[in-house]
């Protein structure tokens, strides 16, 4: 359930193409709820959060205040954890965003206000974390992502995203027809397809030699002039003590 639900699957190599398999990761928070998971290869940086909020029903009392409390200390852990830019969000926010609409989300697939919601909405906003599942350009077909036993539905999954990576975002859709075998999962997998270009080489060359320069006599003499140019580093230190 929680692989299919929220875990980002890290590959092995395929046909010569980079993948998280290739990547070196570094876990920069892990609760029971929150996981961060940073990669890196070469200058090729990307991030991976994975959420489950609490809800409300399930906090003492019912209390809001225990909702806003977790969401100021996930605010701390996701800023101190210090994100790459290209980051993607796997989030069971026990709510419905876009109560109201906004750039960070909009109201496609909305069905119910609530106080959780609005708190979340505030998170989204103060990390700059977009949702492009509610958006009508990017999200087809059915948005319900959890069925109670009882048969209610509710959108309380979704694929978050930075700015970098909701600008490569393209499509995204709920596998209503997911198939969890024997396992009970009242919870539908939610797909976000995304494209784009990144840089996979650093600028920086390492230094080469040239063997047919060093072979030219002309060159050799250029280089020996330029060198009596410098001037010329001063030794005080005798041999022996050196090599003490």
Known sequence: RVLFRFMPWITTESDGVLAFGQMTPAVAHADPRRLIVNL??????VSFVVLHAPCRSASPEGSIDAIQEWWRQTIDIVRQAKLAPLTW???????????TG????AK????????????????????????????????????VAWKHPRGTEHRLDFVLCSRL?????????????????????????????????????????????????????????EFQEALRTLPLPTWHTDVDTHVA
């Open 40 to 45: 890196q290869k070469n200058h090729i940086l």
């Open 89 to 99: 969000i796997m989030a069971d926010l026990n709510a419905d965003i876009g109560t």
């Open 102 to 105: 906004s750039d960070h989300f």
């Open 108 to 143: 496609r697939g909305h069905g119910s206000d609530t106080a959780q919601a609005m708190i979340v909405e505030d998170a989204l906003q103060q990390l700059d974390w977009f949702a492009p599942t509610t958006f009508a350009w990017c999200h087809s077909g059915s948005s």
């Open 165 to 221: 990576a909701f600008e490569m975002a393209t499509t995204s859709a709920v596998l209503c027809d997911h198939d969890s075998g024997f396992a009970h999962d009242d919870h539908f997998p939610v797909r976000l397809h995304c494209a784009g270009w990144l840089r996979s080489a650093v600028d920086f060359q390492f230094p080469r030699w040239d063997f047919e320069a060093m072979a030219d006599p002309a060159r050799c003499k």
